[in-house]
């Protein structure tokens, strides 16, 4: 963004305006980004609207109130305590480290938004692309403002408004819904939000009726954030940047008077909200919008009893390499002493008395490591000096496979055979000698090296690790799956082995190696519900950088 | 928030039928909602429970136990006068507790007396209403065992040390859940009697609608809710005589047969696809005020019966849906 952009800040006060004057409409608002900018909104959230911070480790007890157990320890009565979603109730609930939420808890905050009963702002300190708050949190609160590049400094005020607008007309309910549809925002929450955030928009610009500036407004900030393709024709970003959306309180009633048709309305909101796309969206979005299976840069996440995050206790025995959870466990054995003591006749100052139910054990959440699976077509069709490419970025992708712990295997294919030439490694000098000794030539048992490629995800699958595939081909199978000669069973067999891949859900790329691309190849990847890239010529380096963004490896 | 009324929610029929069909007749055993977020999945399953018609139940009863409850389950249940009460449903959060699932010690008895005594879960709150879990693919799985084993039995038995209880827990379990952020298990998934997906409607017109109705129901829900009670009366009283005329339904022979042939033509595995097939027709019938269980009530049930339970064929990627469908076209026309 040049310098004439508006600050990022200005924006999120905006929505920060918006969302005080009517907090449990809109459900709450996700601040991306440690910034002095983002602080200051907090603090001015704070004086507007009865907030409260919740830790992240906060336990349910805690959260929703009960008996707590030490208090009516110390009285010999039970104490109960409110929770902080009670104490919270009619305002608002600050959510440091956002993207770190875990799922019990991001359950409880989603009810209790749904409910009406508190509205959320989330503090998401993510780096990533891909990690912020959960999903199913952030799909219910209305403004995502990412802070991260705001420069501004200061204190910042919100104020009020007064009065209502009337209900959005139905031609503003429709521009909206066709804006939502051209920035592909296909949840019904958004759209529902943004037409609130209209009226809002015009009752803090003291109109009574919803305004072309409120419906831009609306659309930049609830339905350009969620975006997730570009809008058809999308104008060059520079022309938008030289003329910003007028500031909302200069909405004068000039603006109502030339009412403009419903089709210029829908153009202009949508231009609106491209504005504020934000710029990596758009490089994301243009590198591949291949539907997202799960996070895409790191492993499945699965449970562990030995490290990773914590995820809380479970009742069970300390073995296997289970490690107790003392807390936990005295925490489940306290309630019973007087009942234990009553029935085993011991005296009051008998220690604590645990039985084995009361144990508990620590479990953890890993990420699983990705395991690059590159599946090279070394037959005679795809020439010798592509191999000599794809060489290259294998090796790489190995070199930064150290930085990012992930493995790579590769298999290649020709003549009448798939083979495994490098199981999943880290080591490089082992790889550079396997890449070295791949010769080329021959047919093209296309589906011999997929089924070989698939085999080898399963099994690392299996073994913990997340695979993801690259296949590097011309497409063009004159193998089938037995070695047998025959371009129409080959092909037949290549796409069955390709639905099989996508059935299993691994994710894939195809990258096409011919000299001049067919449909052989964007086939391939739409049977293997993969991205496709066309590599006309490619030197190593091209395609390094191609394979890590579409697999979102940090670079 | 008020609950949006159930008759107010635009489109999502399939969605709709199937927890109307679970409220008729709870054995059809619970129903799977597949969908994208925002599709208005729980708003449904919410509404649903403002629908439904009060049950009759002992005034003390922790578990809201009827008469015949009371008589089975002496020890736990009864006590005090019947009386009507509102069907329960319970919005499980995901991060719920074994303990607070099935139920533990009562806290407050073991501390003020050293007494032992059970202090009921969420499956005894659900008892003869509903279980919601939104997300239920994330759920953890050793829970969705434990639910889906007692909505089968009907009954929850806690054995722990010290306690032994064993107390009625039957509900309609309603799960519902984004695919693209983890499969359920198809064993889990078998388990559910109907499974659905639904769409986010992209036709401007119904998003607009959905957005006039949404928002009127936001600024004034008092009266939004009144303008649509009777709406929501009529589906109650459907509701209420379709549970009676249930008992007297019987499919005759022509429409088992119809079962069976659409089973073996889509390759439904296991007995349980036939079965759901079947009482998910009679209690659309019996929802409908139809005499007797005709082939036009199976053809409306069937995918929403039948989707989740068939093998997947390596050759054929064709949705399941579709697969049905053509079924449905072979054998009937």
């Known amino acids: 963004m040049s310098d004439s952009a508006p600050d990022p800040l200005d924006q999120a006060v905006l929505a920060a305006r918006l969302f005080v004057i009517s907090p449990h409409t809109f459900g709450g608002m996700v601040l991306r980004g440690a910034s002095p900018a983002r602080d200051a909104l907090v603090t001015a959230l704070g004086t507007a609207l009865p907030c409260r911070r919740l830790p992240g480790h906060v336990d349910d007890e805690r959260l929703l109130g009960g008996i707590d157990i030490a208090a009516s320890l110390a009285a010999g009565k039970p104490v109960e305590t409110r929770g902080l979603l009670a104490e919270a109730a009619g305002g608002a609930l600050v959510v440091p480290m956002a993207e770190r939420l875990d799922e019990a808890l991001t359950g409880r905050l989603a009810q209790a938004v749904d409910a009406g009963t508190v509205a959320l702002v989330l503090l998401d300190d993510g780096i990533e692309v891909e990690d912020g708050p959960p999903a199913s949190l952030t799909e219910r609160l209305a403004f995502h403002c990412d802070l991260a590049a705001s420069r501004e400094v200061g204190p910042v005020v919100l104020d009020g408004a007064a009065g209502e607008a009337a209900p959005l007309k139905e031609d503003a309910m429709s521009a909206l819904a066709v804006t939502a549809a051209a920035l592909g925002v296909h949840s019904l929450r958004p759209l529902i939000h943004a037409g609130e955030a209209a009226r809002v928009h015009a009752a803090l610009a003291g109109r009574d009726e919803v305004a072309k500036a409120d419906l831009e407004a609306a659309s930049r900030l609830v339905l350009a954030p969620g975006a997730t393709q570009l809008p058809p024709q999308e104008p060059p970003p520079d022309e938008e940047e030289e003329q910003p959306p007028p500031p909302p309180e200069s909405g004068d009633k000039s603006e109502d008077s030339d009412t403009p048709t419903p089709e210029q309305l829908e153009e202009m909101l949508v231009e609106a909200a491209a504005a504020s796309i934000p710029r990596d969206l758009l490089e994301q979005l243009t590198k591949g919008n291949a539907p997202r299976r799960g996070a895409a840069g790191t492993g499945q996440k699965r449970k562990s009893g030995l490290r990773g995050k914590p995820l809380g206790a479970r009742p069970g025995m300390p073995r296997g390499g289970a490690r107790l959870a003392m807390i936990d466990t005295l925490r489940a054995a306290v309630p019973w002493q007087a009942v234990r003591r009553r029935e085993a006749g011991a005296d009051k100052d008998a220690p604590i008395l645990m039985r084995k139910d009361d144990l508990r054990i620590r479990r953890f959440e890993e990420k699983a490591a990705r395991v690059t699976i590159f599946a090279v077509d070394a037959s005679g069709s795809a020439a010798a000096a592509r191999l000599a490419e794809a060489k290259g970025a294998v090796e790489l992708m190995l070199a930064q496979a150290y930085v990012t712990r992930s493995e790579v295997a590769l298999v290649a294919f020709r003549g009448e055979t798939a083979e495994l030439l490098l199981p999943p490694t880290r080591s490089l000098t082992r790889a550079r000698r396997a890449l070295a000794e791949l010769p080329g030539g021959g047919g093209t048992p296309l589906a011999m090296g997929l089924n070989a490629a698939h085999d080898l995800a399963r099994a690392s699958g299996s073994r913990g690790r997340t695979p993801s595939l690259v296949v590097l081909t011309d497409g063009r199978a004159n193998l089938d799956a037995n070695g047998q000669p025959g371009r129409k069973q080959a092909a037949e067999d290549a796409e069955a082995a390709a639905k099989a891949i996508a059935r299993s859900g691994v994710d894939a790329l195809v990258v096409d190696i011919s000299a001049r691309p067919g449909h052989e190849g964007p086939a391939l990847a739409a049977a293997m519900q993969g991205r496709y890239l066309a590599l006309p010529r490619a030197d190593a380096k091209a395609l390094h950088s191609a394979i890590s963004a579409s697999t979102r490896e940090p670079a | ?333």
């Open chain 2, 1 to 333: 928030m008020a609950r949006f009324p159930f008759s107010a929610i635009v489109g999502q029929d399939e969605m709709k039928q199937a927890l109307l069909i679970a409220a008729v007749d709870p054995s059809v055993g619970g129903v799977m909602v597949f969908g994208d977020r925002g599709t208005g999945k729980s708003t449904a399953a919410r509404a649903l429970a403002g629908l439904l018609p009060p049950i009759t139940a002992h005034q003390d009863c922790p578990y809201g136990g009827s008469k015949e409850d009371a008589e089975r389950y002496p020890e736990v249940c009864g006590g005090g006068p019947l009386r009507k009460r509102a069907v329960p449903f319970v919005d499980l959060p995901l991060g719920a507790t074994e303990d607070r699932v099935i139920g533990s010690l009562d806290l407050e008895r073991a501390l003020r007396s050293g007494e032992k005594g059970f202090e009921p879960g969420l499956l005894a709150k659900a008892h003869r209403g509903f279980l919601y879990i939104d997300e239920i693919n994330l759920l953890e799985d050793h829970l969705v065992d434990l639910l889906l084993d007692v909505a089968a039995s009907g009954e929850n038995v806690v054995e722990r040390e010290g306690l032994s209880v064993r107390h009625p827990a039957r509900f309609v379990l309603i799960g519902s859940g984004n695919p693209e952020e983890g499969e359920l298990r198809p064993q889990l998934l078998d388990r559910f009697g109907l499974s659905v997906e639904v769409r986010t409607p992209t036709d401007i017109e119904t998003r607009v609608e959905i957005m006039k109705l949404v928002a009127a129901n936001e600024r004034d829900p008092e009266s939004f809710a009144k303008k649509w009670a009777p709406e929501d009366e009529k589906i109650l009283k459907q509701v209420a005589s379709g549970k009676k005329r249930l008992a007297k339904l019987e499919p005759d022979e022509d429409v088992l047969m119809d079962a069976a042939h659409l089973c073996m033509a889509v390759g439904a595995d296991g007995l349980r696809g036939e079965l759901t097939l079947m009482r998910a027709a009679r209690a659309i019938a019996a929802l409908e005020g139809a005499r007797k269980v005709k082939r036009e009530h199976l053809i409306a049930v069937a995918p929403s019966a039948l989707r989740h339970r068939l093998r997947r064929d390596v050759l054929d990627e064709t949705g399941s849906t579709v697969r049905i469908m053509r079924a449905i076209d072979e054998l009937f026309g």
